[in-house]
């Protein structure tokens, strides 16, 4: 039940980040240097969230999916890794790299201080956060490649789709 609400309120984030973002490109900007048919390209937009919990099993995965909205695309990502820490800090950038592949680079490392105030975690007890992020890229991009910690986790490729598609991390759709 939690991983559906997770789910659920995963892919809202994504469709809402993707609506503002992409139905404000157009509107909040004068056609500047970097418009494309006079639509700004939100390119460097990212909102990550992160959960880090606890559990007896480890239970990582995740999905991945893509909406068309206007002249963007919002990409939506979602993992769960496992780790040794307690609590570890999450960062996460989105490069642009040459003829439309973008990189969602994600970065973990352990937070002793706070982990410091957590404690170890008990024995039955594995040490997992789930990473949340939702991007938009013009929506002629080729491939959106997830890495984290340097590890590519999946890449998403443009079929020129004008439908949502989701799937999970390691699957095709």
Request: some cysteine; charged content about 20%.
């Amino acid at each position: 039940m939690t991983s559906r609400r997770v789910l659920v309120g995963t892919l809202t984030l994504g469709l809402v980040v993707g609506l503002v973002v992409g139905s404000a490109g157009s509107s909040l900007f004068e056609s500047p240097a970097g418009a494309r048919n006079g639509v700004e390209i939100p390119s460097e937009s990212l909102v990550t969230a992160t959960g880090t919990g606890c559990s007896a099993t480890v239970d990582t995965g995740g999905w991945v999916g893509q909406q068309p909205i206007h002249d963007v695309m919002a990409v939506s990502f979602n993992d769960t890794i496992a780790h040794e820490a307690t609590v570890i800090d999450v960062n996460a950038t989105l490069e642009s790299g040459a003829d439309g592949d973008y990189f969602l680079r994600i970065e973990t490392s352990p937070d002793p201080a706070t982990s410091a105030k957590k404690g170890s975690p008990p024995d039955d007890c594995q040490p997992q956060t789930t990473i949340d992020a939702a991007v938009t890229v013009p929506r002629d991009y080729d491939t959106i490649t997830v890495v984290i910690d340097g590890e590519t986790v999946t890449t998403v490729e443009n079929d020129g789709s004008s439908f949502a598609r989701y799937r999970p991390v390691n699957g095709t759709a």
